[in-house]
């Protein structure tokens, strides 16, 4: 990005790689395909010998380029997919009592495969929406949020045992009950930062009936629909919708969205504030789009063709993200309502509704507990995960040049200011946010976390071997960051000559 020295697919224009000069960009020159733990160890070992910075790469969905790095040695998880395990009786590592059931699964394992091959079985997992994210990569590491957050709680409350290996080149477990600092960092903490991932093990829940609703239409009122969505957003939380809802820049407005414990009566009710509104504001012109049915189980759920579409579209394009957990508090008296509603109509937006504030965490796991994870704790009181999204077109020239791209970074970080006024002290979601969030400790840890965190990382990892941008013990100046874009913080006047002097630089000094 820094240097535009591209050859990059586009979803859209294959061709576009064809007659270029192509340098290696952020990409590793070497891979190592990991088969095994032994392999991992094998390349770890070969890193800390010749001291070559290591990358650590999956599926490659990350949105901030942190499962890849210039010249360093990449290792590759993504065909480590043994068959799932699952154990009806499932007693993690150092505990001396059964958890429940439980599947195991690889390194790259995806989502969607993985739904597939549960169905049947009785059981269901809580994974991401995507359907080619992986569940025990960056997924996981970022705390992970599924249509089934809101009943069953994120990836990270879901973990029961993890396998790694350490920088050093120890094999080894980590659960609630032995290792608990590592099972802290790795669920939360971040991804590629204190060992490779070998296999996760996940509670099962038992499979059932879900209500589906996908509603939809251009409303003429873009304030009265912004003050419904943002009234109702308690309930339809505590009701145990997971899934999403927003209005776009042209009044379009949609809500997505699943249910595992309402019945189809019970969920008409819940939605009834909405779908009343967009009955008595359809016209033919602009009709109202109404789906609420009733689907027998969890895979069924993953079928829907409208997720599907929406799923489908990220699919080959270049977009990037800013986040903010928008506390239940803001939304509990009349003058917060409205702030957040003056912030949203004065631009379009989505929210993704899988936050777990209405799932009720163990004891254990609360903050301070054996069980705790190293998310911030703005993930517990949240009602919304609220982003917005840029997207650009890698086949055009004009949109791929670092300037536009470091005015669009910079835009999509500024975008949420007027969200983070208005919920102070809460947080991002790291594996969905502003790729230059400012203050990012607080924002996707809290200085406490962040504290015990680079801890943890120095012990196991002293010297760096390990490393992405912005994650726990990221040194701001290392070359493997080289080619992030100089934004916000760096260059606030991005008319300024600052940029030309960095991009001067860039060329003139290194291969980025
Ligand atoms: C289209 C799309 C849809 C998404 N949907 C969701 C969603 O529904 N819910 C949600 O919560 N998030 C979602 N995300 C965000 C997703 O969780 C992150 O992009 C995540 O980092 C992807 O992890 P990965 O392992 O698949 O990707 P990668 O890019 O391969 O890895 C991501 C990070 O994890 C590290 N990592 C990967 N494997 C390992 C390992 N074995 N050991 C240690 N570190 C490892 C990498 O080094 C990197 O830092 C989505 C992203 C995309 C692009």
Same mark, same amino acid.
């Given at each position: 990005?820094?240097?535009?020295?591209?050859?990059?697919?586009?979803?859209? =224009?294959?061709?576009? =790689?064809?007659?270029?000069?192509?340098?290696?960009?952020?990409?590793?020159?070497?891979?190592?395909?990991?088969?095994?733990?032994?392999?991992?160890?094998?390349?770890? &070992?070969?890193?800390?010998?010749? %001291?070559?910075?290591?990358?650590?790469?999956?599926?490659?969905?990350?949105?901030?380029?942190?499962?890849?790095?210039?010249?360093?040695?990449?290792?590759?998880?993504?065909?480590?997919?043994?068959?799932?395990?699952?154990?009806?009786?499932?007693?993690?590592?150092?505990?001396?009592?059964?958890?429940?059931?439980?599947?195991?699964?690889?390194?790259?394992?995806?989502?969607?495969?993985?739904?597939?091959?549960?169905?049947?079985?009785?059981?269901?997992?809580?994974?991401?929406?995507?359907?080619?994210?992986?569940?025990?990569?960056?997924?996981?590491?970022?705390?992970?949020?599924? #249509?089934?957050?809101?009943?069953?709680?994120?990836?990270?409350?879901?973990?029961?045992?993890?396998?790694?290996?350490?920088?050093?080149?120890?094999?080894?477990?980590? $659960?609630?009950?032995?290792?608990?600092?590592?099972?802290?960092?790795? &669920?939360?903490?971040?991804?590629?930062?204190?060992?490779?991932?070998?296999?996760?093990?996940?509670?099962?829940?038992?499979?059932?009936?879900?209500?589906?609703?996908?509603?939809?239409?251009?409303?003429?009122?873009?304030?009265?629909?912004?003050?419904?969505?943002?009234?109702?957003?308690?309930?339809?939380?505590?009701?145990?919708?997971?899934?999403?809802?927003?209005?776009?820049?042209?009044?379009? $407005?949609?809500?997505?969205?699943?249910?595992?414990?309402?019945?189809?009566?019970?969920?008409?009710?819940?939605?009834?504030?909405?779908?009343?509104?967009?009955?008595?504001?359809?016209?033919?012109?602009?009709?109202?789009?109404? %789906? #609420?049915?009733?689907?027998?189980?969890?895979?069924?759920?993953?079928?829907?063709?409208?997720?599907?579409?929406?799923?489908?579209?990220?699919?080959?394009?270049?977009?990037?993200?800013?986040?903010?957990?928008?506390?239940?508090?803001?939304?509990?008296?009349?003058?917060?309502?409205?702030?957040?509603?003056?912030?949203?109509?004065? %631009?379009?937006?989505?929210?993704?509704?899988?936050?777990?504030?209405?799932?009720?965490?163990?004891?254990?796991?609360?903050?301070?507990?054996?069980?705790?994870?190293?998310?911030?704790?703005?993930? &517990?009181?949240?009602?919304?995960?609220?982003?917005?999204? $840029? =997207?650009?077109?890698? /086949?055009?020239?004009?949109?791929?040049?670092?300037? =536009?791209?470091?005015?669009?970074?910079?835009?999509?970080?500024?975008?949420?200011?007027?969200?983070?006024?208005?919920?102070?002290? /809460?947080?991002?979601?790291? $594996?969905?946010?502003?790729?230059?969030?400012?203050?990012?400790?607080?924002?996707?840890?809290?200085?406490?976390?962040?504290?015990?965190?680079?801890?943890?990382?120095?012990?196991?990892?002293?010297?760096?071997?390990?490393?992405?941008?912005?994650?726990?013990?990221?040194?701001?100046?290392?070359?493997?960051?080289?080619?992030?874009?100089?934004?916000?913080?760096?260059?606030?006047?991005?008319?300024?000559?600052?940029?030309?002097?960095?991009?001067?630089?860039?060329?003139?000094?290194?291969?980025?």
């Amino acid at each position: 990005m820094a240097q535009n020295r591209r050859c990059t697919l586009s979803a859209n =224009v294959r061709s576009n =790689v064809t007659n270029q000069i192509c340098h290696q960009g952020t990409v590793p020159d070497y891979y190592i395909e990991a088969r095994s733990a032994e392999d991992i160890q094998l390349g770890l &070992r070969f890193a800390r010998e010749h %001291k070559i910075p290591v990358t650590i790469k999956n599926t490659g969905h990350d949105y901030k380029g942190r499962s890849t790095g210039p010249n360093t040695l990449a290792i590759w998880t993504k065909n480590m997919v043994p068959d799932l395990d699952i154990n009806e009786n499932f007693t993690p590592e150092g505990c001396d009592a059964s958890v429940g059931p439980a599947v195991t699964y690889g390194a790259g394992q995806t989502t969607r495969d993985m739904y597939q091959k549960l169905d049947g079985t009785g059981y269901m997992a809580v994974g991401g929406s995507c359907t080619t994210v992986g569940v025990a990569g960056g997924w996981l590491a970022g705390g992970g949020h599924s #249509i089934l957050t809101p009943t069953f709680g994120l990836g990270v409350d879901n973990a029961l045992q993890i396998r790694v290996v350490l920088p050093n080149g120890t094999y080894t477990t980590a $659960s609630r009950c032995q290792n608990q600092d590592l099972f802290f960092a790795l &669920r939360g903490g971040g991804g590629g930062t204190y060992g490779v991932v070998t296999e996760v093990t996940s509670k099962l829940h038992k499979d059932r009936q879900f209500t589906y609703a996908f509603l939809s239409m251009t409303v003429p009122d873009l304030r009265k629909i912004n003050e419904i969505m943002v009234a109702n957003a308690e309930r339809w939380a505590d009701d145990g919708w997971g899934g999403l809802y927003g209005v776009d820049d042209n009044n379009g $407005s949609v809500f997505l969205a699943f249910n595992p414990t309402l019945s189809l009566e019970e969920s008409k009710e819940s939605l009834k504030g909405l779908t009343d509104y967009f009955e008595s504001v359809q016209t033919d012109a602009a009709p109202f789009t109404a %789906k #609420i049915i009733t689907l027998a189980n969890h895979w069924e759920a993953q079928n829907q063709a409208e997720l599907l579409s929406f799923l489908g579209s990220e699919a080959g394009i270049s977009l990037t993200r800013s986040s903010r957990l928008v506390p239940r508090d803001n939304f509990q008296t009349p003058e917060g309502q409205k702030a957040i509603v003056d912030v949203l109509v004065a %631009k379009g937006w989505a929210s993704v509704l899988g936050t777990p504030t209405a799932f009720e965490l163990p004891a254990s796991d609360l903050p301070g507990g054996p069980g705790e994870s190293a998310l911030t704790a703005a993930w &517990r009181n949240a009602l919304w995960h609220f982003t917005y999204t $840029s =997207v650009w077109d890698q /086949a055009d020239p004009a949109a791929v040049e670092p300037k =536009v791209l470091s005015t669009m970074f910079t835009q999509i970080s500024k975008d949420m200011d007027p969200m983070r006024a208005i919920t102070p002290g /809460a947080g991002a979601y790291a $594996s969905e946010g502003d790729v230059y969030e400012p203050d990012h400790i607080r924002s996707f840890w809290g200085q406490k976390n962040y504290d015990r965190l680079l801890k943890i990382k120095r012990e196991l990892d002293p010297d760096n071997l390990l490393s992405c941008f912005t994650c726990v013990g990221y040194e701001e100046d290392n070359e493997r960051h080289r080619c992030y874009l100089p934004v916000r913080s760096e260059t606030p006047d991005l008319t300024s000559t600052v940029v030309d002097d960095f991009m001067h630089n860039l060329v003139e000094n290194i291969d980025c």
